[in-house]
């Protein structure tokens, strides 16, 4: 029997664990943190597909590659559209409880380049959570080994084959356990930067595994800015929901700016909402702009007012606004971007394989193609459920074949990689003269890697990250451990970032114009996104 290892318990770990188990793979699952604790549990929004008879397959085909600047795999798309739908009725028999009207029917909510109201969401503002209660429930009652606070120090590797994981647990020496297939879903690295709206957790550890095993990622230039953070107290989500239900953005003279941004105003692309409050934020001192909700409610049963409206609508986001002393609905709360999705990781085929034999990724460490240059509101959670159950039946298969099906590292294209070697001729390794600490990295990577970037800044913060990698550290706690593993994603982020040299999607170079316009498929490969190639981790 086939023994993997899955790192990781958010929605696309625990549906990798439930799908290969079901196939006769024996399933070991290790989680950093108790098993219910994973970004997946923090998903506001709700997750997208195609469950209405009124909408269509290439309509949802057709809003992901525009969100994606036109950077997505056409064929992860597809994929992602098409088998959606199965996994959504999957998750509703395993007792994920959508929201749904008077009548029993599905509610749809509409979201941010969505062409059609195809978002569902559980418990108004928290489907993550309920996502995360059903599929917990349901591995907690299959036959899988879980191994909860053991963090994942690195892969093994055999012959240039993934043979298992070392792990550190909780009150244990570091341990080994060996597989024959080792399954990433630890998720991204919102701790790269000082305001994020990831849990602590997200720290990058599995690309970093990846990038030291020499697996190839990509991508990893394309980081998400929620544009709607709670400016008050910890950072704290508005789901785009609240804008799709009709809240709109004003600047501090009340004035609504994004109708002289975007056609689609506040329900414009993430990374284009997120720029344009950037703006407006540097052009009013640096104060942040304000979410307006107080004239949404009402609906087909009647007048509601907002107050009402929003605490049902929204009991997570209420709950914690008027924990800050805010009242939502009677005036506009102050609202920033923050980090929050890398739409890049490691690169895998269809079926969840990397450019190394035993070793498969899953969910936001993945590199699947499907969101390009920038996600697609409530394509995440869908993603996750969707390439999971295509992995576990490659795992599956897999075993049964005694093989591990294996593309190979690809060459980057020929304009790109003469890009990546001059940014990497241009780069200057020295000792940095800021010591290093986390929040310093945090505040690095805020200021040169992201929502605005230059080459100017990006190469200083090449040579200060270099040189905050040459010091010789023996890490040995989780943190310290945690510490590195942010440092090699910030050294291939800004390597990614600097051999970019064009704006396209989430990456914007202000020095540098804009690639081709959002929508253009990817014909040629010298469009293809940069790599980081077989662990070259410098910047």
């Known amino acids: 029997m086939t023994h993997a290892v899955v790192v990781g318990s958010g929605i696309a770990g625990l549906m990798t664990a439930l799908h290969a188990a079901r196939a006769g793979v024996d399933v070991t699952l290790v989680t950093k943190d108790e098993l219910e604790h994973a970004n997946t549990r923090y998903a506001q929004g709700g997750i997208a597909g195609v469950m209405f008879a009124d909408d269509r397959v290439e309509d949802h085909v057709h809003d992901t590659i525009v969100a994606g600047a036109g950077l997505s795999d056409p064929a992860a798309v597809r994929v992602l559209a098409e088998e959606g739908p199965e996994r959504i009725r999957e998750l509703i028999s395993l007792g994920v409880g959508f929201d749904r009207d008077d009548g029993g029917e599905l509610v749809r909510g509409l ?49 240039g084959a993934v043979r298992g994981v070392e792990l550190l647990e909780a009150g244990r020496d570091r341990v080994v356990l060996s597989a024959d297939a080792v399954v990433l879903a630890t998720g991204g690295a919102g701790q790269l930067y000082n305001r994020t709206t990831n849990p602590a957790v997200a720290t990058g550890d599995g690309i970093a595994a990846a990038l030291r095993a020499g697996a190839e990622v990509a991508d990893l230039e394309f980081v998400q800015f929620h544009p709607t953070v709670l400016a008050v107290g910890e950072p704290f989500l508005v789901s785009e929901a609240v804008r799709g239900e009709g809240g709109v953005l004003v600047d501090d003279s009340g004035r609504r700016f994004m109708l002289d941004v975007h056609p689609d105003a506040e329900l414009a692309p993430r990374d284009v909402v997120a ?100 996600r697609l509101a409530s394509n995440s959670l869908l993603e996750g459920a969707v390439f999971a159950a295509r992995a576990a039946a490659a795992l599956a298969s897999a075993g049964a074949s005694g093989s591990s099906p294996w593309r190979g590292p690809r060459a980057l294209p020929a304009p790109l990689a003469a890009a990546v070697h001059a940014a990497e001729a241009g780069g200057i390794v020295e000792h940095a003269a800021v010591p290093f600490s986390r929040s310093a990295l945090q505040r690095l990577m805020w200021d040169h890697a992201g929502l605005e970037r230059t080459g100017a800044g990006l190469n200083s913060a090449a040579a200060l990250v270099a040189g905050w990698r040459a010091h010789e550290r023996t890490p040995q706690s989780v943190h310290e451990l945690e510490d590195e593993n942010l440092l090699d994603v910030a050294a291939a982020t800004i390597r990614a970032a600097r051999a970019r040299t064009e704006s396209v999607g989430a990456h914007h170079r202000i020095d540098t114009p804009a690639a081709a316009p959002t929508g253009t498929p990817r014909l040629a490969p010298d469009a293809a996104a940069s790599r980081t190639l077989t662990g070259a981790l410098a910047c």
């Open 111 to 159: 979201e941010a380049a969505h062409s059609y109201p195809r978002i569902l969401h559980a418990g108004g503002d928290a489907t993550g959570t309920e996502i995360e209660r059903a599929l917990v429930s349901a591995v907690r009652d299959a036959r899988i080994a879980i191994i909860e606070h053991a963090f994942l120090v690195d892969l093994i590797v055999e012959d």
């Open 275 to 374: 720029r344009a409050i950037a703006a407006r934020m540097a052009a009013q001192g640096g104060r942040p702009v304000r979410l307006d909700a107080t004239a949404i409610g009402g609906g087909a049963a009647g007048p509601e007012t907002a107050e009402a409206f929003l605490a049902r609508r929204f009991p997570t986001i209420d709950a914690a606004v008027r924990e800050r002393g805010l009242d939502w609905s009677r005036e506009p709360i102050p609202v920033t971007p923050a980090a929050h999705y890398l739409m890049g990781g490691i690169v895998t085929d269809l079926d969840g394989r990397t450019s190394m034999p035993g070793l498969y990724a899953v969910g936001e460490v993945a590199r699947t193609g499907v969101h390009g240059a920038n």
